[in-house]
């Protein structure tokens, strides 16, 4: 088959993780016979520093016209330590997600077992945990309006706004998603305080009515952050709104101890986007060592969940999961044997 894909580097560590994405995509295009297009566009800080915008309009119609979005990060730290600066990197994420209707994204958080002991947390409280973190991605207080400052500048705001459309087609996304694993769902929200978590609630009971099979439980959002470290085995598929999901991802990410591992889809009316959840890690850009198995497995997500082709997406992954058992790895997951994160591209490339 063929296929066109928008790759969008971004910044820091972006372009050199991308790029043994790009490799390991090839050589699955080599195997199962595929051939792709990739489309190379800005977004981000390199966007700003080149066109003023963080999401060029150039780049939102590529991504529109391709059958998927790779992405690698964004952020530079010369505009977070600027609070003043008027375009910011991020404002092109949060733009990309609400012009592609991204209303979904999806963290599977599973242990490796030849990592273990990398966890932060005991062995055994990690061992087996296999979650996906679900998060509504285009609502909630990261769009709510009004959204601003008093007049005489002393009083600021935000609104959390969702609408029961909003709630019912990211549950049933993760109803369906349940369906395939273990049917069970948690929705996590602050209905005990929050209007708009009353109605996540009750919408989501709606929807679960609908699927008799799913088992759903409800939790409050400071309840499930405490859980996710004590007995994260609990948990199957989690649903969140999205500022909730934001945390919580991050500190689901940390569970299994490589957060260079965890990839991630943004999902929703229009082009899928895939990216490792880790940011752009400026401290590392250029230098080779960062670990790349992330935006590859992404890849990995982005055969299965864009394209519908699993045979591809399992190459990939078990390319990977070879990389970690042989210790053929960046020094994040190896200190005393490091490889470069190009030796570990082409290392994963030649695998599939
Ligand atoms: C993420 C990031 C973004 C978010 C930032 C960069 C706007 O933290 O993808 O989780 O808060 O959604
Ligand atoms: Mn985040």
Redesign the pocket.
């Known amino acids: 088959m063929k296929f066109n894909i928008a790759v969008l580097p971004g910044d820091g560590i972006g372009p050199e993780i991308i790029e043994q994405a790009i490799k390991v995509v090839e050589a699955v295009g080599k195997k199962f016979g595929h051939t792709f297009t990739f489309k190379y566009s800005l977004m981000g800080a390199i966007a700003i520093d080149k066109t003023g915008n963080p999401l060029p309009d150039e780049t939102l119609e590529i991504c529109k016209a391709s059958d998927a979005v790779l992405f690698g990060a964004i ?1 530079d730290p010369k505009y977070d330590n600027d609070p003043k600066a008027k375009v910011r990197p ?1 404002q092109g ?2 733009a990309m997600r609400k012009e592609l209707g991204l209303y979904a994204n999806i963290r599977p958080v599973a242990t490796f077992p030849s990592l273990a002991d990398k966890s932060p947390l005991k062995k055994e409280i990690v061992s087996g945990v296999d979650l996906v973190m679900v998060r509504e991605l285009t609502g909630g207080i990261y769009f709510g309006r009004p959204q601003g400052r008093s007049e005489d500048g002393k009083t600021a705001y935000d609104s959390c706004v969702y609408t029961r459309a909003e709630v019912e087609r990211i549950v049933k996304l993760a109803c369906q998603m349940a369906m395939n694993r273990s049917k069970k769902v948690t929705v996590v929200d602050k209905a005990n305080v929050l209007a708009t978590s009353r109605l996540w609630r009750e919408t989501a009971k709606e929807v679960a009515s609908e699927f008799k099979e799913i088992e759903m439980d409800f939790m409050f959002v400071d309840n499930a952050a405490m859980q996710l470290i004590q007995n994260p085995g609990r948990f199957d598929v989690i649903v969140t709104e999205n500022m909730f999901g ?1 945390i919580l991802s991050d500190e689901a990410s940390v569970i299994t101890g490589s957060m260079g591992l965890l990839p991630s889809a943004s999902v929703g009316l229009l082009t899928s986007v895939f990216e490792p959840i880790h940011g752009s890690y400026p401290q590392a850009a250029g230098k080779n060592i960062a670990n790349p198995l992330a935006t590859i497995l992404s890849a990995a997500m982005m055969f299965e969940t864009a394209f519908n082709l699993h045979e591809e997406g399992k190459a990939i992954r078990k390319a990977v999961e070879k990389s970690i058992e042989e210790g053929f790895v960046t020094e994040d997951l190896n200190r005393t044997n490091p490889r470069k994160t190009n030796e570990v591209g082409d290392w994963v490339a030649q695998h599939i």
Request: proline share 0%.
């Open positions: 952020g991020e994420l949060l934001d």
